[in-house]
Each structure stands twice: as C-alpha cells, then as structure tokens.
C-alpha cells in the first residue's frame, strides 16, 4: 500500500511558518487538520459519496471557512506538497456535487477507499484524507418561529466574500427571496450559488425570514460558492 497523505501537525510544522499558505498561529492549532467533533446522534449530512456523520462547530462561520481555506491552500501548494495536482483534483470534486464530484474523481482515476469522499486513494496507491469541515456544513439545530408575525422592513449588513453592503428588505421574504436580491445587487449572474448564514445557521432557500427572528441591524454572512 502506498504512502498515506494524511496531514498531520507534525507534518506541518516541517515547514517554514513564514509561508503564506499556512497560518500564523499555527502554533495554537495542533488539531488543524483534525476532523470536528461528530454528533452523537445518528444524524448525517451530505449526499452520496459527501453523506457524512454531521460535526459540531463552536467557531463563527466565517472563521470555519477561513479554517478550511487553511487547508485547501497547505494541500494544493506546489512548494509543498509532491501531489498538489491531486489535491486540486479532490478539491474541485468536494466542491462539486453528488452527481458530478465522482465522475471527476472517476476521471482521474481516484476512488473512494470506504465509499466517501473523505478518504481517497489514487491509482498509484496514495491516499488522501479530508477533514470532515472541508466536505459539509457543520450541524445547527434551530427551532423556526410559526407565530403569525406583522411584516417589517428590516436593515441587514451583508458581509462574506463578496462586498460589504446593507440592505433593506420586508421580513417576509424567503431565503431565495434574499438571495436573488443580494445576486442583482452585486451584478451576479442567475447561475452564481451564494449561501447565507445568520450567527451560523444556514438560511435556506425556503426560509421564511420572520420565521427565523431576522432583526433589524442583523449581520447575514454571503458566501459566493463559484
């Protein structure tokens, strides 16, 4: 069997700090490569070969997706890493979906080594392990408000990896609603996939904002995923 590629901290602090593919407190996370804490429960997100025990996460949501950037960047460095052009391979097909994501990987000649995306081994043998925060979402539980509530106009900043804007929209739009608004007021084309989160819970494209407590001067995280 071949040389597994699992990324450790020891690994890591082989190489120089001062590289700007890695973080500069690394020091202060030895479990960077780590998966996140899975629940107890038998509860699973993800489809097909993304279909994964869900994770608990305590850290902002825009601090987790820096912490997975951390990741994508160690991994696909060419100075660093023998198989970066592997990695930008399993990248792209976590990124992709359930359908599309294994014909990329089929392509290649890479494979699923127990069904899911998060252990894969290429055809000469290496193997390649992804921490389950890179793959899914973490799971958040929240209870949606059903009471009868009067519409509002309610201000909204919108932040993320698009530009930092504010907004005034009813409280009774859905969560598409609001995405096809911040789409056409950062010029984004019908086909651009952003995702929306409020203090870490994803607003889904059925979400009723009133449902979900949106107040005035709330700040909403936009992450354009394409």
């Known amino acids: 069997m ?12 082989r190489y120089n700090h001062n590289e700007e593919t890695v973080t500069s407190n690394c020091e202060e996370n030895k479990d960077i490569f780590e998966d996140m804490e899975e ?14 025990k869900g994770y608990k996460c ?8 820096q912490k997975r950037e951390n990741f994508w960047k160690f991994v696909t460095n060419s100075g ?4 970066w ?8 097909a976590v990124n992709f979906d359930e359908i599309s994501g294994p014909l990329l990987l089929d392509e290649y000649k890479i494979k699923c080594k127990n069904g899911c995306i998060n252990h894969l081994i290429d055809e000469k ?19 949606l408000d059903t009471e009868k509530i009067e519409e509002n106009i309610v201000d909204l900043k919108i932040y993320g990896n ?12 859905t969560g598409k609603d609001l995405k096809d608004i911040i789409k056409r007021k950062q010029n984004l084309g019908d086909n651009i996939n952003i995702r929306l989160f409020e203090h ?7 979400h009723i904002l009133s449902q979900l407590k949106i107040y005035d001067n709330l700040a909403i995280l936009a992450f354009r995923m394409n």
């Open 125 to 143: 043998g290496e193997e390649y392990i992804i921490p389950n925060y890179c793959i899914n979402e973490p799971y958040f539980e929240k209870k």
């Open 58 to 65: 305590n850290l902002e949501i825009d601090k987790l997706y």
């Open 39 to 52: 629940i107890k429960d038998e509860i699973y997100v993800g489809n097909g070969i993304k279909k994964m």
């Open 85 to 92: 052009t592997t990695w930008k391979i399993i990248q792209r």
């Open 80 to 83: 660093l890493n023998k198989n």
């Open 200 to 206: 870490g819970f994803e607003i889904k494209d059925e």
């Open 162 to 173: 698009i530009s930092i804007f504010n907004i005034k929209v009813s409280n009774k739009l």
């Open 2 to 13: 071949g040389n597994k590629n699992i990324l450790n901290f020891q690994r890591f602090k």
